[in-house]
């Protein structure tokens, strides 16, 4: 449930502080006023696209947060606890934009990306616009509207895992296909390939370590050379070796330790260095003895690296690549020989694929013709409270066999009849602009009773309606307040009156810059709010009253 709105500097907003709780909320006020601007900033921090235009003139930043309480709403603690983000069971969400347009978002003083506070947002709150109705005219919003009516997640899941295997095993036997495509005279060319690629015989490395060896042998006189004069300087020299020195200095720092015992670490070392020039010595000696400086090895050496840079030219890979690449030719080869028993394999694998989407779509077409009737039932019923009397809404849903897809092989169809006794003929095709508005509340209405969302948001839903109609709404959106927080934007006294809680929103001049304030009512003032919405400009006695009883009717 949303408990806490705070915004700052969007639109015509400077600072706004306000605390909800649970039921039926509707806010009102004159045309122009701001209502919707609190919708579009509650959009904005549940994840919608934001816009510099939002940001308050003059200001540098616009500012929103809302504070949800999820003591009821174990599932979206679970993904908040997921994703590293909860925080108790409180969650506040924060949205800034800045005047260039960029935005950040927050959730539980943690930054994260629009699309992740997006997907958090669809958990928390529903938001139904008063232009939302048009969509039904898409047969994809109809089918949506139909899966998660009937909530059919996991008939879904089941449908697209098994179309992934599908095509899965399409592509493999198109593979398959083209390989065996080639032919014996492809796979001759291939055993040719492969025979040259195997008489080299190359390793794994191998051509990393020829390489150096090359370059050992290439240059071995000067490492021979300079080698034996290293040694010479550091053991073997005849006079003045560094070893010698060393021994020296030895020498004398050892008769001098018995005068100043501060010298021993120094002689230690001394000792040290002498025992590691020894060993370098040694260990230099033995790779000059080691050192292999055969012509005929460097020949062969250059002879293996150069064939393997002409076989990697060849087939334009890199010579480190030629292991790979004859490993690759091996596994086509393998394909073309085998092609005829792997085809079948892989046909038969596409159909057991198919068959199963197939179960799987069966299955969802089901549950979607079960759904359609249900749905078609309660918005029939719905529809005759909102001044359509005889009319009738058909959903259908038939299965082509010939169009599979991700999700199923459906295609939806909403049929009306505005009047008893007509046939029923498309929704595009019969309902007015009107009438469409009531079928489309008629439909919200219905999909909200069955919503697991904790708060929804109706703005200005009721357009087009008025009267005995507007009550009828009114009731239905308090009976949804009942079950979940509900916020309802509107500008009927009729559906206002249905309010739990009521807020009024109006602009008001300070200094030559407006301001939109929302503020809270209390029963006195909301007579006077509910008045002024029947009649107009001029509030009478008799509106008060008329105000007063759809009160006290509401409960």
Not at 446 to 470: C, H, K, L
Not at 521 to 540: C, H, N, P, Q, S
């Amino acid at each position: 449930m949303l408990t806490h709105l705070r915004i700052k500097d969007f639109a015509l907003i400077d600072e706004l502080d306000l605390e909800l709780t649970g039921g039926l909320n509707v806010l009102t006020g004159e045309t122009g006023a701001g209502k919707s601007i609190l919708v579009d900033a509650i959009g904005l921090v549940l994840g919608d696209r934001a816009d510099a235009a939002v940001v308050r003139h003059g200001h540098q930043r616009a500012e929103i947060s809302v504070e949800f309480d999820l003591g009821h709403d174990p599932d979206t603690l679970a993904w908040l606890e997921e994703q590293e983000l909860d925080d108790e069971a409180h969650c506040l969400l924060r949205r800034t934009i800045n005047s260039q347009g960029r935005s950040r978002a927050y959730v539980n003083g943690h930054k994260v990306p629009v699309q992740q506070l997006r997907r958090l947002g669809e958990r928390l709150m529903d938001i139904h616009g008063q232009h939302e109705h048009q969509s039904l005219l898409k047969p994809r919003t109809q089918l949506s509207l139909i899966d998660q009516y009937g909530d059919h997640a996991q008939e879904l899941a089941a449908v697209r895992e098994s179309w992934r295997a599908w095509k899965d095993a399409g592509e493999r036997l198109a593979e398959l296909e083209e390989a065996a495509g080639g032919g014996a005279e492809g796979a001759e060319f291939l055993r040719h390939q492969v025979r040259e690629l195997e008489a080299l015989e190359l390793a794994p490395g191998e051509i990393e370590a020829l390489e150096s060896e090359h370059d050992r042998l290439r240059h071995g006189g000067r490492l021979l050379e300079e080698g034996q004069q290293a040694l010479s300087l550091a053991y073997d020299g005849e006079e003045g070796s560094a070893s010698d020195l060393l021994s020296q200095a030895l020498h004398r720092v050892e008769s001098l330790v018995a005068l100043d015992a501060r010298l021993e670490p120094i002689r230690s070392t001394l000792e040290q260095a002498g025992i590691n020039l020894e060993e370098a010595g040694e260990d230099l000696r033995r790779y000059l003895s080691d050192l292999d400086l055969d012509p005929a090895r460097l020949n062969w050496v250059a002879d293996r690296i150069g064939t393997a840079h002409e076989l990697a030219r060849k087939h334009r890979v890199e010579p480190q690549a030629l292991v790979d690449t004859l490993e690759s030719m091996r596994e086509r080869l393998d394909a073309i020989e085998h092609a005829g028993e792997r085809l079948a394999e892989a046909r038969q694998t596409v159909e057991d694929c198919r068959s199963r989407w197939q179960t799987a779509a069966d299955a969802l077409h089901a549950k979607r013709k079960a759904t359609a009737n249900t749905l078609s039932e309660k918005v029939t019923e719905v529809m005759q409270g909102l001044g359509l009397s005889g009319g009738q809404l058909a959903i259908q849903v038939t299965q082509d066999a010939e169009a599979p897809r991700a999700n199923g092989a459906d295609a939806v169809v909403f049929e009306v009849s505005m009047n008893a006794g007509q046939p029923l003929r498309s929704l595009a095709r019969v309902a007015s602009g009107g009438e469409l508005s009531r079928i489309g509340l008629a439909i919200q209405v219905v999909a909200a009773r069955r919503a697991s969302i904790p708060a929804m948001i109706f703005d200005e839903v009721d357009a087009g309606i008025g009267g005995g109609v507007a009550e009828i709404v009114g009731r239905e959106l308090r009976r949804l307040g009942e079950r979940c927080q509900v916020l309802c934007v509107t500008h009927l006294a009729q559906v206002a009156s249905q309010g739990h809680h009521h807020f009024r929103i109006a602009k008001n001049t300070r200094q030559g810059e407006t301001f939109t304030r929302v503020t809270p009512l209390k029963d006195t003032e909301r007579v006077e709010e509910l008045a002024r919405m029947l009649g107009g400009t001029e509030i009478t006695e008799t509106s008060r009253d008329h105000a007063r009883e759809m009160m006290e009717k509401a409960g």
